[in-house]
């Protein structure tokens, strides 16, 4: 797994890693990152056993609604890293975890 948003990185990502992983605030965030992959597949070779570059992203929001959610899919991402705003107050991991569950159904779930 390769992250960053340089295009560095995502030669790097191209040429050895079996995914690349990136954040943001936005599908619209994902897409760019997306463009500079795809740019970097046009200047760097892909090794064939690598086989498909997997998309993860972390997405900076607080919250993610499954309309957004299926955006991601839809650009792409084979997965979503959650991560909740605060993991101090058990309450409030709870109510992140009850908000983000209806996201299971979705392709990767």
């Known amino acids: 797994m390769i992250g960053g948003s340089s295009p560095a990185a995502y030669r790097r990502a191209i040429a050895h890693g079996h995914g690349w992983y990136g954040n943001g605030q936005s599908p619209g965030d994902l897409a760019k990152h997306l463009e500079g992959l795809h740019k970097?597949?046009?200047q760097t070779e892909r090794p064939?056993?690598?086989g498909r570059l997997e998309i993860s992203f972390l997405p900076l929001a607080p919250k993610v609604d499954p309309d957004t959610?299926?955006?991601?899919a839809d650009l792409g991402a084979d997965r979503l890293v959650l991560y909740p705003p605060s993991l101090h107050d058990p309450a409030q991991v709870e109510a992140f975890l009850r908000?983000?569950?209806g996201l299971l159904g979705l392709p990767w779930g």
């Open 48 to 50: 064939a056993w690598l």
């Open 40 to 42: 970097a597949a046009g």
């Open 99 to 101: 908000h983000h569950a």
């Open 69 to 72: 959610a299926r955006q991601y």
